[in-house]
């Protein structure tokens, strides 16, 4: 790791300073005619406290004189975060734009649908699903906020956070689909458990496709996820996800930001790395978005959820070519 900038001003180490001293006090001792054993004595008595007391107030001065360097310091930051930005937007602006009119139409559209709940549909016909939508309501609303944070760690350059994200992204989405098969009994519980301090997945416990558990069946993430059919392609995104948020090896050596065959340890902002949680995360808003109109149908917003869809897809595109576009000479396998 290297220092982008001398935060800390550099002089004399305290290390040469005390040496020099010592050395001038040992002169001293010799030349009063102290015996070398008094003085190594007199030395090892004295040293544990004297080093105390010297690195205390270097620590105070330090911390003075970045006081009165706040704002010098704080610029420099400033600056650094300014052109990266205008790098990032340079190379992955139209991107960026493509990721923001993703986040707009599936605001639009679930806005159009809830007007559309509320006055177009009865008050019987919503008591049938009434737990399913209310659930959905409140995950896509979720899902929607991280997708927004998603695209915020990818437009500062923090691929590894953005796929952080994505993880509980998905997440909700396999909840999202379990819940919508699983009915009203299984969302009802979903919705109960909120008002608890229950972390668990007992809200699950009654669904129809675990009716074959014993009683004393604990339900867990895994096996959500592994009741829903289409988990199985998104495994390896999964796994990556999992390997970032935690504290795992491979999160911690395989950093998104670093191309195959780099030795590099990222400590800030990077341009590569994130078009795997920009496109996934555009992907599994499209998905979460079809399920949550598709409780209460109607043509028109089915029609701009195949519409967004199919927009989730146009963002893939961009972004490959885009990577293709930056890296490929770096990359010997290609992205």
Same mark, same amino acid.
């Given at each position: 790791?290297?220092?982008?900038?001398?935060?800390?001003?550099?002089?004399?180490?305290?290390?040469?300073?005390?040496?020099?001293?010592?050395?001038?006090?040992?002169?001293?001792?010799?030349?009063?005619?102290?015996?070398?054993?008094?003085?190594?004595?007199?030395?090892?008595?004295?040293?544990?406290?004297?080093?105390?007391?010297?690195?205390?107030?270097?620590?105070?001065?330090?911390?003075?004189?970045?006081?009165?360097?706040?704002?010098?310091?704080?610029?420099?930051?400033?600056?650094?975060?300014?052109?990266?930005?205008?790098?990032?937007?340079?190379?992955?602006?139209?991107?960026?734009?493509?990721?923001?009119?993703?986040?707009?139409?599936?605001?639009?559209?679930?806005?159009?649908?809830?007007?559309?709940?509320?006055?177009?549909?009865?008050?019987?016909?919503?008591?049938?699903?009434?737990?399913?939508?209310?659930?959905?309501?409140?995950?896509?609303? $979720?899902?929607?906020?991280?997708?927004?944070? @998603?695209?915020?760690? !990818? %437009?500062?350059?923090?691929?590894?956070? &953005? +796929? #952080?994200?994505? $993880?509980?992204?998905?997440?909700?989405?396999? @909840?999202?689909?379990? !819940? %919508?098969?699983?009915?009203?009994?299984? &969302? +009802? #519980?979903?919705?109960?458990?909120?008002?608890?301090?229950?972390?668990?997945?007992?809200?699950? %416990?009654?669904?129809?496709?675990?009716?074959?558990?014993?009683?004393?069946?604990?339900?867990?993430?895994?096996?959500?996820?592994?009741?829903?059919?289409?988990?199985?392609?998104?495994?390896?995104?999964?796994?990556?996800?999992?390997?970032?948020?935690?504290?795992?090896?491979?999160?911690?050596?395989?950093?998104?930001?670093?191309?195959?065959?780099?030795?590099?340890?990222?400590?800030?902002?990077?341009?590569?790395?994130?078009?795997?949680?920009?496109?996934?995360?555009?992907?599994?808003?499209?998905?979460?978005?079809?399920?949550?109109?598709?409780?209460?149908?109607?043509?028109?917003?089915?029609?701009?959820?195949?519409?967004?869809?199919?927009?989730?897809?146009?963002?893939?595109?961009?972004?490959?070519?885009?990577?293709?576009?930056?890296?490929?000479?770096?990359?010997?396998?290609?992205?």
């Amino acid at each position: 790791m290297k220092s982008q900038n001398d935060t800390i001003q550099k002089t004399q180490s305290l290390d040469e300073f005390i040496n020099d001293v010592i050395k001038d006090c040992i002169k001293e001792q010799i030349a009063g005619g102290m015996e070398e054993k008094q003085i190594l004595e007199h030395w090892n008595k004295k040293l544990p406290n004297i080093y105390e007391k010297i690195i205390n107030k270097a620590a105070v001065n330090h911390l003075e004189d970045i006081k009165k360097r706040l704002y010098e310091i704080s610029m420099k930051h400033r600056l650094r975060d300014n052109v990266f930005q205008a790098h990032q937007d340079q190379k992955w602006g139209k991107c960026f734009a493509a990721s923001e009119v993703m986040y707009e139409l599936s605001i639009e559209i679930a806005n159009d649908y809830t007007t559309y709940v509320a006055e177009e549909i009865s008050k019987i016909e919503q008591k049938e699903y009434q737990y399913t939508y209310a659930t959905f309501v409140h995950i896509h609303g $979720r899902v929607c906020q991280i997708y927004l944070e @998603i695209l915020c760690l !990818i %437009k500062n350059g923090f691929a590894d956070g &953005a +796929l #952080a994200r994505f $993880r509980t992204m998905y997440e909700l989405c396999y @909840i999202a689909d379990f !819940i %919508k098969t699983a009915g009203e009994e299984t &969302a +009802l #519980a979903y919705l109960q458990q909120s008002n608890t301090d229950n972390q668990k997945c007992s809200w699950a %416990k009654n669904a129809p496709c675990f009716a074959h558990k014993s009683k004393n069946f604990k339900p867990t993430l895994l096996a959500i996820r592994k009741s829903c059919d289409f988990t199985e392609k998104w495994e390896k995104q999964h796994k990556a996800g999992c390997f970032v948020n935690h504290a795992s090896p491979q999160g911690t050596l395989k950093r998104l930001a670093n191309i195959d065959g780099m030795n590099m340890i990222p400590v800030g902002k990077s341009d590569y790395g994130i078009t795997d949680p920009a496109v996934n995360s555009a992907i599994i808003l499209a998905i979460v978005t079809a399920m949550f109109v598709a409780i209460f149908p109607n043509t028109e917003t089915l029609a701009k959820s195949t519409m967004l869809t199919h927009w989730s897809h146009i963002i893939r595109k961009m972004y490959l070519s885009t990577d293709q576009e930056l890296f490929a000479q770096l990359n010997n396998k290609g992205v």
